[in-house]
């Protein structure tokens, strides 16, 4: 290509170096000013950017309420301490969190207890996943499902009385 440009400006002049080399710098520059902000939305960059959108770490318990997780609540109606996860776990050693939003801070009733026979509400933040609450560990006994972007009171027989949590298809 480079060649081919070079062998264009040669003939445009009638053979003049001085003049091939001024047309070619313009040309090189020219070709540089559009390439160069291509490039750089490219694939290379865009893929830099694209890690601050991806999935969490899985199992990330932060406090914050991100895609993917399920989240269970210390009191009915989504307030109190929380403790969110993306994976199948027992909650025997896990605790209540405060929020992280600034804003919702006084919703700290039951931070720092265990999650274990102390969840009063659940929300499901994945789109996809089926999140249910088991009665038991190891996500045995009876549970309750919440679908996608559902979010739930505990039933009755649940509230309070909650070990594990897992997720289906």
């Not at 899985?58 to 109606?77: C, K, P, R, T, W």
């Not at 199948?88 to 931070?111: C, L, P």
Request: contains cysteine; proline residues 2%; hydrophobic residues 35%.
């Amino acid at each position: 290509m480079i060649l081919q440009i070079i062998a264009l400006a040669f003939r445009a002049t009638g053979g003049d170096t001085n003049e091939v080399f001024v047309r070619f710098k313009k040309a090189f520059v020219s070709v540089t000013a559009i390439a160069v902000p291509l490039l750089l939305t490219g694939p290379a960059f865009s893929a830099q950017n694209d890690r601050a959108v991806e999935r969490p770490v899985l199992g990330d318990a932060n406090g914050q309420h991100e895609i993917h997780e399920g989240i269970v609540y210390f009191n009915s109606n989504y307030a109190g301490g929380m403790y969110d996860h993306s994976e199948d776990i027992n909650y025997v050693g896990r605790s209540f969190m405060s929020w992280t939003d600034e804003q919702a801070r006084k919703h700290t009733n039951g931070a720092g207890q265990t999650v274990k026979n102390n969840a009063a509400s659940v929300a499901n933040y994945d789109p996809k996943r089926v999140l249910r609450i088991h009665f038991n560990s190891g996500c045995k006994g009876r549970s309750q499902n919440v679908g996608g972007y559902k979010n739930y009171n505990l039933e009755k027989w649940l509230k309070n009385n909650n070990a594990s949590q897992c997720w289906g298809g």
